[in-house]
């Protein structure tokens, strides 16, 4: 009788601690392996080297893993990408903007000289 009261409070137990999808509710955090610090030192090596070094040892004069560099390289260089096509799009945007503007100005020009002619006709027949 007392084993099933004890095993019946400890079923009570683990369901409240694990909450309605049988999943615990007091998550931790997961703790980095590496400092950020580290992780933005490794990819600067990487960029900065000409010719470039192998991850693996990079990775092992750095005292990482080499999956873990080599994702953090790919992770960068999907970043810098995404830069590097938003600067290609924005000096594109830019380039069409400036043209439109010349446009402009000209259309501008050629309605100021057309208004000042037709001031002058204006004058001359009044």
Known sequence: MR??????????????SLGSRGKRNDRV?????YPDDLRSHAVQLYRESDPKPAISRLAEHL??????????IR???????????LVTIRLA????????????KRANEILRAASALFAAELMEVG
Do not use: C, M
């Open 29 to 33: 955090p997961a703790v980095r392996k």
């Open 75 to 85: 992770e960068d260089e999907a970043t810098h990408q995404d830069d590097d096509q």
């Open 93 to 104: 945007e830019l380039r069409d903007l400036r043209k439109k503007n010349a446009e402009l």
């Open 3 to 16: 084993f099933q009261v004890a095993s019946r409070l400890v079923g009570i137990a683990i369901r409240r």
């Open 63 to 72: 005292g990482v893993h080499r999956e873990a560099l080599r994702t953090w």
